[in-house]
C-alpha cells in the first residue's frame, strides 16, 4: 500500500506516470538549487550551537522514502549539520516504510531517526511508548512561537513532544490558467465559486477536472477534497474529531463533505465524462485539460507542486502568466473563513534512541537556519514559520510560503493523520461513492464497521 504523504516522488504529467512512493517531495523533474555560502555558514553555526559546541562524531542512522533528486537535496541540507559536529547521516531509503519500520521495531532495531510522511503512525508509536519524548531537548518556547499549532499537537503524545516537521505543502489549491479563467480570484466563498461553475455548465463550458486514478491508492484525490470539505464546512473541531476516530462517518458533517464532493465529480456537467472519466483518469493527467484545445476545464484541485510542475512539462506554461492559483474557500457558515485555516501535509521526524547525536540533530531541525536550508532547496516548503517568502525561488513557491505563514493555524491532512486500515478503507469509499453516489449511507456505515477495528488496534 503507497502511503499518499503530499508530492509523488515521480510526476510527468501528458505521460505515463510511475509512482514509486509519495511522500513529502517534489517532483523529481524540478532541479536541485545550490544554498548560497551564507546560509550554508550559518546552518554550521546552528549546527554546532545545536551540538553544544561539542564534536560528537558516530553515525546517526536515518530511514526515510526518499530517492533522487529529493535525497539529494534532503542531504544538502543536513551538510552543514555534518561538517559542524562530525556525525555522519547515514539515510536508509524504503519504498514501504510503514512495513519495514513497524519489522525493524519488532526485531528491536528501530533506526534512530525515522522521517514519516505518516503522521498517523509515528502518533501510534508515540502512544505504544516506542519514540523518544524531544521537548526536553529543545527550546520549546521558540519551538511554539515559529511552528504552526497544529503540527506540534500532531507530533504530542500526553504532555511530551515526540515529532518535528521539517517541511510543508499547502494542500487542495484551486489551480487555473490566467488567460482563460473568467471566475472569481480568489472567490469570497465556495458558493460564489460553484455560483460561476454552474453558470459555464450552463453555457456549455465544463469547470472542472478532476482525476482519482493513482495506481493502488486510487481515490486519494477525492479523499483530499472531502478533507477540505470537512475543513472548510463543518470546522477544525469536527476535522480534528473525525480523523481521530470521534466521529462517525455517517454523520451529518461527512455524509455532507462527500456530498459536497459529489456535486463535482459525479456531475458530467461539472466534469466531461463524469462519473467514468474522474474514475479512470489519472491525477497526474487530468489538469492537462486546462491546456487541451479547446480546454477541457477551467478548474482543477491540488497541492502547492502542481504550478511549477506543469510548468516544466507543458510547453509553453510559465508561472503566474498561464497557471495560477487560489486557496480553497470557505464553505458555509461552519467553516472557517477565507484565508484561515489550512490544510497542509510533510514528513515528521521522529527518534527512537537518547544519544548525542539524535539530540544535536533534532535540534538542528528545530532551527531557523536548517528551515532557511530546506527553502533553499526548491524541493519543499520549510515547516519552520520564521523562513520569509522571500527565501524561496520561484513565484509559485513564494506565493504558497505567505499562505501557509498567513494561516493562524494548520491541519495535516486527514488521510496521512488515519490507522493506515481507515485510510485504505477511506480511498477506496471515495470511489464506490463516485460509482454508486445512492449508496452513500450503506458506504459510510462500512467506513463505520471499519473504524471501530482500526481505532482499537
Request: hydrophobic share 40%; with cysteine.
Given at each position: 500500500?503507497?502511503?499518499i504523504?503530499?508530492?509523488?516522488?515521480?510526476?510527468?504529467l501528458?505521460?505515463?506516470?510511475?509512482?514509486?512512493?509519495?511522500?513529502s517531495?517534489?517532483?523529481t523533474?524540478?532541479?536541485?538549487?545550490t544554498?548560497?555560502?551564507?546560509?550554508?555558514a550559518?546552518?554550521?553555526?546552528?549546527?554546532?550551537?545545536?551540538?553544544?559546541?561539542?564534536?560528537?562524531?558516530?553515525?546517526?542512522?536515518?530511514?526515510?522514502?526518499?530517492?533522487?533528486?529529493?535525497l539529494?537535496?534532503?542531504?544538502?541540507t543536513?551538510?552543514?549539520?555534518?561538517?559542524?559536529?562530525?556525525?555522519?547521516?547515514?539515510?536508509?531509503?524504503?519504498?514501504?516504510?510503514?512495513?519495514?519500520?513497524?519489522?525493524?521495531?519488532?526485531?528491536?532495531?528501530p533506526?534512530?531517526?525515522?522521517?514519516?510522511p505518516?503522521?498517523?503512525?509515528?502518533?501510534?508509536?508515540?502512544?505504544?511508548?516506542?519514540?523518544?519524548?524531544?521537548d526536553?531537548?529543545?527550546?520549546?518556547?521558540?519551538?511554539?512561537?515559529?511552528?504552526p499549532?497544529?503540527l506540534?499537537?500532531l507530533?504530542t503524545?500526553?504532555?511530551?513532544?515526540?515529532?518535528?516537521?521539517?517541511?510543508?505543502?499547502?494542500?487542495?489549491?484551486?489551480?487555473?490558467?490566467?488567460?482563460?479563467?473568467?471566475?472569481?480570484?480568489?472567490?469570497?466563498?465556495?458558493t460564489?465559486?460553484?455560483?460561476?461553475?454552474?453558470?459555464?455548465a450552463a453555457?456549455?463550458?465544463?469547470?472542472?477536472?478532476?482525476?482519482?486514478?493513482?495506481?493502488?491508492?486510487?481515490?486519494?484525490?477525492?479523499?483530499?477534497?472531502?478533507?477540505q470539505f470537512?475543513?472548510?464546512?463543518?470546522?477544525?473541531?469536527?476535522?480534528?474529531?473525525?480523523?481521530?476516530?470521534?466521529?462517525?462517518?455517517?454523520?451529518?458533517?461527512?455524509k455532507?463533505?462527500?456530498?459536497?464532493?459529489?456535486?463535482?465529480?459525479?456531475?458530467?456537467?461539472?466534469?466531461v465524462?463524469?462519473?467514468?472519466?474522474?474514475?479512470?483518469?489519472?491525477?497526474?493527467?487530468?489538469?492537462?485539460?486546462?491546456?487541451?484545445?479547446?480546454?477541457?476545464?477551467?478548474l482543477?484541485?491540488?497541492?502547492?507542486?502542481?504550478?511549477?510542475?506543469?510548468?516544466?512539462?507543458?510547453?509553453?506554461?510559465?508561472?503566474v502568466?498561464?497557471i495560477?492559483?487560489?486557496?480553497?474557500?470557505?464553505?458555509?457558515?461552519?467553516?472557517?473563513?477565507?484565508?484561515g485555516?489550512?490544510?497542509?501535509?510533510?514528513?515528521?521526524?521522529?527518534?527512537?534512541?537518547?544519544?548525542?547525536?539524535?539530540?544535536?540533530?533534532?535540534?538542528y531541525?528545530?532551527?531557523?537556519?536548517?528551515?532557511?536550508?530546506?527553502?533553499?532547496?526548491?524541493?519543499?516548503?520549510?515547516?519552520?514559520?520564521?523562513?520569509?517568502?522571500?527565501?524561496?525561488?520561484?513565484?509559485?513557491?513564494?506565493?504558497?510560503?505567505?499562505?501557509?505563514?498567513?494561516?493562524?493555524?494548520?491541519?495535516?491532512?486527514?488521510?496521512?493523520?488515519?490507522?493506515?486500515?481507515?485510510?485504505?478503507?477511506?480511498?477506496?469509499?471515495?470511489?464506490?461513492?463516485?460509482?454508486?453516489?445512492?449508496?452513500?449511507?450503506?458506504?459510510?456505515?462500512?467506513?463505520d464497521?471499519?473504524?471501530?477495528?482500526?481505532?482499537?488496534?
Amino acid at each position: 500500500m503507497i502511503r499518499i504523504g503530499w508530492k509523488p516522488t515521480a510526476v510527468v504529467l501528458g505521460s505515463a506516470l510511475l509512482v514509486t512512493a509519495c511522500s513529502s517531495s517534489a517532483p523529481t523533474t524540478a532541479p536541485v538549487p545550490t544554498a548560497s555560502g551564507g546560509l550554508v555558514a550559518a546552518a554550521k553555526a546552528a549546527a554546532s550551537t545545536a551540538a553544544e559546541g561539542k564534536h560528537p562524531g558516530g553515525t546517526l542512522d536515518l530511514m526515510g522514502e526518499l530517492t533522487g533528486a529529493q535525497l539529494k537535496a534532503y542531504l544538502a541540507t543536513l551538510k552543514p549539520f555534518e561538517d559542524a559536529t562530525g556525525i555522519t547521516v547515514k539515510y536508509e531509503t524504503t519504498a514501504d516504510l510503514f512495513a519495514v519500520l513497524q519489522t525493524r521495531i519488532s526485531g528491536g532495531k528501530p533506526p534512530d531517526v525515522v522521517s514519516d510522511p505518516s503522521a498517523g503512525q509515528l502518533q501510534t508509536l508515540a502512544q505504544q511508548g516506542k519514540l523518544t519524548p524531544i521537548d526536553s531537548w529543545l527550546n520549546m518556547d521558540q519551538v511554539k512561537s515559529q511552528f504552526p499549532a497544529g503540527l506540534l499537537n500532531l507530533g504530542t503524545s500526553g504532555s511530551h513532544l515526540y515529532g518535528l516537521f521539517y517541511n510543508t505543502s499547502v494542500q487542495n489549491l484551486v489551480w487555473y490558467d490566467p488567460k482563460t479563467y473568467t471566475g472569481p480570484k480568489p472567490p469570497t466563498s465556495w458558493t460564489q465559486l460553484q455560483d460561476w461553475a454552474t453558470q459555464q455548465a450552463a453555457a456549455g463550458h465544463t469547470p472542472w477536472c478532476v482525476g482519482l486514478e493513482s495506481g493502488s491508492a486510487s481515490g486519494w484525490p477525492g479523499a483530499a477534497w472531502i478533507e477540505q470539505f470537512m475543513l472548510r464546512q463543518a470546522g477544525t473541531a469536527a476535522y480534528d474529531a473525525w480523523w481521530q476516530g470521534k466521529l462517525a462517518w455517517s454523520s451529518p458533517q461527512v455524509k455532507a463533505a462527500f456530498q459536497a464532493f459529489g456535486q463535482v465529480a459525479t456531475n458530467p456537467r461539472m466534469v466531461v465524462g463524469a462519473p467514468t472519466s474522474v474514475l479512470t483518469t489519472s491525477f497526474s493527467t487530468s489538469p492537462n485539460g486546462l491546456y487541451s484545445k479547446p480546454a477541457k476545464c477551467a478548474l482543477t484541485v491540488q497541492a502547492d507542486w502542481l504550478g511549477n510542475t506543469l510548468a516544466q512539462t507543458v510547453p509553453g506554461v510559465t508561472p503566474v502568466n498561464d497557471i495560477d492559483f487560489f486557496t480553497f474557500p470557505a464553505v458555509g457558515s461552519g467553516g472557517t473563513s477565507d484565508g484561515g485555516v489550512i490544510e497542509t501535509s510533510g514528513e515528521m521526524l521522529a527518534t527512537f534512541r537518547d544519544t548525542p547525536q539524535t539530540r544535536a540533530f533534532m535540534r538542528y531541525l528545530a532551527t531557523p537556519q536548517f528551515a532557511a536550508m530546506v527553502a533553499s532547496s526548491g524541493q519543499w516548503l520549510a515547516a519552520n514559520k520564521s523562513v520569509p517568502s522571500t527565501s524561496y525561488s520561484t513565484v509559485l513557491e513564494q506565493k504558497a510560503a505567505q499562505a501557509y505563514d498567513s494561516a493562524p493555524d494548520v491541519r495535516y491532512t486527514a488521510q496521512g493523520s488515519m490507522p493506515l486500515a481507515m485510510e485504505t478503507a477511506f480511498f477506496s469509499a471515495v470511489l464506490d461513492y463516485v460509482k454508486t453516489p445512492a449508496h452513500l449511507d450503506s458506504i459510510l456505515a462500512g467506513l463505520d464497521r471499519t473504524a471501530a477495528t482500526a481505532y482499537a488496534k
